[in-house]
Nanobody, 117 residues
Framework: QVRFAESGGGLVQPGGSLRLSCAASGFTFRNSGMSWYRQVPGKEREWVAGILSGGQSTSYKDSVKGRFTISRDNAKNTLYLQMNNLKPEDTAVYYC??????????WGQGTQVTVSS
């Protein structure tokens, strides 16, 4: 069974940092691209960052470029998102997923990130 388990969120002041983790299982993680998404109540879920299967290429939403870094450890089936210089507008529930499951019901619980002074 496909499963995504996000962790690492919390409350942080503007300018602070957090590192999110996503433990994936139920599919061949090392062969799959992965992405981070986020959602604010009342709005659609939006893509934040993506990484290819081997980690050789990454891409980011314009508003997080230069502040967020996506990475992966294929030996641990784990995806990461290092978030620096956080802003209040980064407040959201963050999720991870693989392209082949985005339109499915296979979504984790997400991890809440709140940026506030």
């Amino acid at each position: 069974q496909v499963r995504f388990a996000e962790s690492g969120g919390g409350l942080v002041q503007p300018g602070g940092s957090l590192r999110l983790s996503c433990a994936a299982s139920g599919f061949t993680f090392r062969n799959s691209g992965m992405s981070w998404y986020r959602q604010v109540p009342g709005k659609e879920r939006e893509w934040v960052a993506g990484i290819l299967s081997g980690g050789q290429s990454t891409s980011y939403k314009d508003s997080v470029k230069g502040r967020f870094t996506i990475s992966r450890d294929n030996a641990k089936n784990t995806l990461y998102l290092q978030m620096n210089n956080l802003k209040p507008e980064d407040t959201a529930v963050y999720y991870c997923n693989a392209p082949q499951y985005v339109r499915s019901a296979y979504w984790g619980q997400g991890t809440q990130v709140t940026v506030s002074s």
